[in-house]
């Protein structure tokens, strides 16, 4: 009896290490990339969703600091002498905060499904570079905004960000297995 006991822990243990472990990755939490972002991850609820907005903005609008991933799909840039100041439309996808790390590059995997678009103004130093802005601003690059919803227009959510992380296309995936907002892990 002690024997199937032990060969039943066993593999269950090796089941749940290559749920983690596929193919030479692994996967962890996301990880922040500057203490800006940190305090941002820390203070936004990852749990109210763009539709929860449309439905009830009264209960969200100037109020509630939320953390939304999504895809740019268009970008329209002011440049000045000292900053860019770029409008940005992004697709909301749902994202379960988590990083795949293969051939040793973290790879965000976002799902399919989302709850429409959202918008954003975000100011860039020229420090930065302007091409360095470009490709960071780009469509089709994925973004995570951390911001307060400050309006409904035309069904599309304007935020007001606290910070802006900006992934190059290279850098994310779609699941497989598109999920929406009860699904994933959420911390």
């Not at 936004?44 to 799909?73: E, H, K």
């Not at 905060?97 to 590059?105: N, Q, R, V, Y």
């Not at 960000?161 to 296309?169: G, K, L, S």
Request: glycine share 6%.
């Amino acid at each position: 009896m002690n024997r199937s006991k032990s060969f039943c822990s066993w593999y269950i243990a090796l089941v749940i290490v290559l749920a983690v472990c596929s193919s030479c990755g692994l996967v962890r939490t996301y990880r922040c990339t500057s203490p800006i972002e940190h305090e941002a991850f820390n203070r936004a609820a990852r749990n109210i969703y763009p539709n929860d907005v449309r439905i009830t903005p009264d209960g969200y609008m100037n109020r509630s600091l939320v953390a939304w991933a999504g895809i740019i799909l268009e970008s329209e840039r002011a440049e000045g002498k000292e900053d860019v100041v770029v409008d940005l439309i992004i697709e909301h996808h749902h994202f379960d905060w988590l990083e795949d790390f293969k051939l040793s590059e973290n790879i965000f995997v976002l799902s399919s499904k989302g709850e429409g678009r959202f918008s954003a103004r975000w100011i860039l130093s020229t420090s930065y570079g302007l091409e360095a802005i470009r490709e960071w601003t780009a469509p089709k690059n994925m973004v995570i905004v951390y911001g307060k919803p400050v309006g409904v227009s035309s069904g599309i959510i304007e935020l007001a960000p606290m910070h802006i992380r900006f992934i190059p296309q290279r850098r994310y995936k779609f699941s497989e297995y598109p999920y929406g907002r009860h699904a994933g892990f959420h911390y």
